[in-house]
């Protein structure tokens, strides 16, 4: 057995700095080997270093002037002369829109109204279809202001023949939409309003008013707004869009109390009235029309809420996709712009969104839309849908080309869109001011507050219209706002326009241009452009395809270059302008061909005797 005293102990104090003396011997040791060897496999590398920088190169820097693409340079002397002259005096309108103010600051007061070029009677000539409001029911000794129809003698002079053609008629008036619904060979008249609306048809140059019979009277509490006629099934027969605006009455609108100076009561806003649903109505052939407004798919609604999502000022009816057949497009106030495309089976697929036309792109915010108008702004096809907005909100551009069916908003460099942001734009379209072949933009202005200048000094209520000249996808700025030593004094005053339509209201090849004023008069304005470009004016006939040829593609090519137009008189805002196709030439004297593509068939090749006329092109 082992002895009790021999058990374990703790190492003596000298043991134990022996030991630690060993272990540090041995970790240092280590420590110099090892930086021995890292030494020695490093040192080729630092030679390698060495020999890099020693036999280094200096960089030679080379500037290289950079290339912009080649650009036609437009300077003052390059601008066309376009004059547009108010002859308004001489002309024998005196139309004067009556909005019904009365002190109380309505909604409705501010939004009219609209204008329709059209030749009622058949004469060749085109004539002006003015739409009025008038006094509130509710108003004591209330006037009953008219609507008022002007007959063109084709030398820029009217005469009133509204009582004698029955369309003298008093009602809340907003917009009109002209076509020949029943195809019997004269245009009819659909007037739209706050309350009921009115379809009347037109029998040798008189106006019957058959609205009860027709089924597109809608709602009497809706307030209806831009509306137009077009073939959505190309059955042959003319369908009817309405554009409605918000949910709107005395009681809500009074119930709002709006202002712009935190004292007195202002015109209210749209974000202050909830949305509505449209109106589309299928002919049914018979004098009849059917509402298809919910199982075609043009009701809408937020994807989260489930409210309705429109307010619709301005609509436009083009083939978006190429697939011969009319979309809808639709200009909405303070929320999205809609794009129904069309399925070919009766009903519309919204894709505004993805179509890239629904918000302002640079901002993702919706924009206070209300005119509108779609144009085949560039050779080869590209599409434009311009639509004008509310005041510091630049006007949009949005343009496509043939491969690629999305928009981009090309209004700022292409120079439109800088000069309208001021503006609060009403009417806008495309036109061929001066005969060049190439798409202009006009667009009539007017704010809605008769003060606004008080609290924002950059705005006026009465504003200028503008002119924009295109001057081709090759120049540094391809649309130009015209001065007023392009266009005239007169066509620079300022008015509070509204509604705006253009016409050939003298024979002489050239648009001429009328603009409705909110509680004003109307102005006219005589195209005096002197480029002596030529020019073609084509008037299409329908047979199996609706008689007004709405839908039809048209394209010209002279000297090489096509250009393409749609037969489409629906445009601008509350308004509709000439049904016939003015194709400028410029220098041209010869036309290569014109290609005409009717609804749902395919091209033919037609051909006219001679240019600077105007020809009549019937569907075989």
């Known amino acids: 057995m082992s002895d009790p005293s021999q058990t374990d102990h703790d190492p003596a104090p000298d043991e134990t700095l022996e030991e630690d003396v060993q272990n540090d011997a041995v970790i240092g040791s280590a420590l110099r080997n090892s930086l021995i060897v890292f030494c020695v496999a490093m040192f080729p590398i630092m030679i390698f270093l060495i020999y890099l920088n020693v036999t280094k190169k200096d960089d030679q820097t080379v500037e290289v002037e950079p290339q912009a693409p080649e650009a036609r340079v437009i300077d003052d002397e390059s601008l066309p002369t376009i004059q547009m002259t108010d002859v308004t005096a001489e002309s024998g309108v005196q139309f004067k829109h009556h909005a019904g103010k009365a002190g109380e600051k309505l909604l409705p007061e501010t939004m009219g109204s609209g204008v329709a070029v059209f030749d009622y009677n058949n004469d060749g000539n085109q004539d002006l279809l003015f739409i009025n409001s008038t006094d509130w029911p509710w108003t004591d000794n209330g006037k009953q202001a008219t609507c008022q129809l002007y007959q063109g003698d084709g030398q820029f002079h009217f005469t009133d023949v509204s009582q004698e053609t029955g369309l003298d008629i008093s009602l809340y008036g907003m917009g009109t939409a002209i076509g020949d619904y029943d195809n019997d060979g004269d245009q009819d008249v659909f007037i739209s309003a706050v309350g009921g609306n009115r379809l009347l048809r037109n029998d040798d140059g008189k106006f019957t008013d058959v609205t009860e019979d027709s089924g597109v009277a809608g709602d009497e509490q809706t307030w209806s707004t831009s509306c137009g006629f077009f073939d959505y099934d190309n059955d042959g027969l003319l369908d009817l869009f309405v554009c409605n605006y918000v949910n709107w009455s005395r009681d809500l609108d009074l119930s709002q109390f709006s202002t712009i100076d935190g004292k007195n009561r202002a015109y209210g806003q749209p974000k202050d009235f909830t949305s509505t649903y449209s109106y589309l109505y299928h002919n049914d052939g018979d004098g009849k029309f059917t509402d298809v407004s919910k199982q075609s798919g043009i009701q809408i609604n937020n994807d989260e809420t489930g409210v309705m999502v429109g307010k619709a000022m301005g609509v436009v009816f083009t083939d978006t996709n190429r697939d011969g057949y009319l979309d809808i497009v639709v200009a909405n106030d303070t929320v999205r712009n809609f794009l129904f495309e069309n399925n070919h089976d009766g009903t519309f697929s919204e894709t505004g969104r993805l179509a890239g036309i629904a918000f302002d792109l640079s901002s993702g915010q919706a924009r206070g839309a209300m005119g509108i108008d779609a144009s085949h702004f560039r ?242």
């Open 379 to 620: 050779p080869g096809g590209a599409l434009a849908i311009g639509i004008g907005n509310f005041a510091n909100e630049p006007s949009a551009l949005y343009m496509s080309t043939p491969k690629r069916p999305s928009f981009n908003d090309a209004a700022m460099y292409t120079g439109f869109g800088p000069p309208t942001r001021l503006a609060l734009t009403f009417g806008l379209f495309f036109f061929d001011a001066d005969l060049d072949s190439r798409p202009d933009v006009f667009g009539a202005n007017g704010h809605l507050e008769e003060e606004i200048e008080k609290v924002q000094t950059a705005l006026q209520y009465a504003q200028p219209p503008q002119l924009f000249w295109n001057a081709g996808a090759d120049a540094a700025s391809e649309l130009i706002l015209l001065e007023q030593d392009c266009t005239g004094e007169s066509f620079c005053e300022p008015i509070v326009g509204r509604g705006a339509a253009y016409g050939d209201f003298d024979n002489d090849g050239d648009c001429d241009i009328v603009v409705t004023a909110s509680n004003g008069p109307a102005k006219l304005f005589r195209n005096d452009q002197a480029t002596e470009h030529h020019f073609v004016r084509l008037r299409l006939v329908g047979t199996s395809s609706n008689r007004d040829a709405i839908g039809t593609q048209v394209s010209v090519t002279a000297d090489g270059t096509t250009r393409t137009q749609t037969v489409m008189p629906t445009r601008s805002y509350l308004s509709r302008s000439e049904n016939v196709l003015t194709f400028g030439l410029g220098d041209n004297t010869e036309i290569d061909e014109i290609e005409v593509t009717w609804p749902g068939q395919q091209p033919t090749v037609v051909t006219v005797d001679g240019i600077d006329d105007e020809f009549v092109i019937q569907q075989d």
